[in-house]
T-cell receptor, first 115, second 113 residues
Framework: ETGVTQTPRHLVMGMTNKKSLKCEQH?????MYWYKQSAKKPLELMFV???????ENNSVPSRFSPECPNSSHLFLHLHTLQPEDSALYLC??????????????FGQGTRLTVV | SQQGEEDPQALSIQEGENATMNCSYK?????LQWYRQNSGRGLVHLIL?????REKHSGRLRVTLDTSKKSSSLLITASRAADTASYFC?????????????FGEGTQLTVNP
């Protein structure tokens, strides 16, 4: 257990469905992230939240909509996805220290299949 | 090519042997990190080495960093079957707006019993 919990672990959805992925961190961190891991591709950073404020949207299509209601919870709302969006979605958290990078703690991921 | 590019893509060794994985990157970094991932699961942080450090150890792991060559290596000594996993390097430019890690494609390590 890394202290970052993602639910659900597996999700199958149709292209017209709306679903949400949830991430919760119990580490007291002030930054949270969504990454996408597709087969045979490096992990791609999707969104960054620092102190609940979104600081980065890495050219992610609008069918992915993040929400960070507080520093412990992060959601990824999904709607009208495409089959190529099928991937492992990973949430991570870290503690921001000014000018000094720190390690990220990852959840176990949600395996998403779009049919 | 990608920032944080690992070499080799796949490595198969016998238990007890050492495994060495390399990583190259392109931009200036604040730190470089190595992660491990078991099949289909989340990533686990192994070691973070800062740009002003040259070598770091953690148990059976040894990481080196050469900023002049923009490269890093991960050495796992006395490997075990349980070390079988994918290993990723990730570079962090360390901007204050967040640790935005850029990952390579990883090295798939198989340790045969």
């Amino acid at each position: 257990e890394t202290g970052v919990t993602q639910t659900p672990r597996h999700l199958v959805m149709g292209m017209t469905n709306k679903k949400s992925l949830k991430c919760e961190q119990h580490l007291g961190h002030n930054a949270m992230y969504w990454y996408k891991q597709s087969a045979k591709k490096p992990l791609e950073l999707m969104f960054v939240y620092n102190f609940k404020e979104q600081t980065e949207n890495n050219s992610v299509p609008s069918r992915f909509s993040p929400e960070c209601p507080n520093s412990s919870h992060l959601f990824l709302h999904l709607h009208t996805l495409q089959p190529e969006d099928s991937a492992l979605y990973l949430c991570a958290s870290s503690q921001l220290l000014r000018g000094r990078g720190t390690e990220a703690f990852f959840g176990q991921g949600t395996r998403l299949t779009v049919v | 090519s990608q920032q944080g590019e690992e070499d080799p893509q796949a490595l198969s060794i016998q238990e007890g042997e050492n495994a060495t994985m390399n990583c190259s990157y392109k931009t200036s970094i604040n730190n470089l990190q190595w992660y491990r991932q078991n099949s289909g699961r989340g990533l686990v942080h192994l070691i973070l080495i800062r740009s002003n450090e040259r070598e770091k150890h953690s148990g059976r792991l040894r990481v080196t960093l050469d900023t002049s060559k923009k490269s890093s290596s991960l050495l796992i000594t006395a490997s075990r079957a349980a070390d079988t996993a994918s290993y990723f390097c990730a570079t962090d430019e360390g901007e204050t707006s967040g640790s935005r890690l850029t990952f390579g494609e990883g090295t798939q390590l198989t340790v045969n019993p």
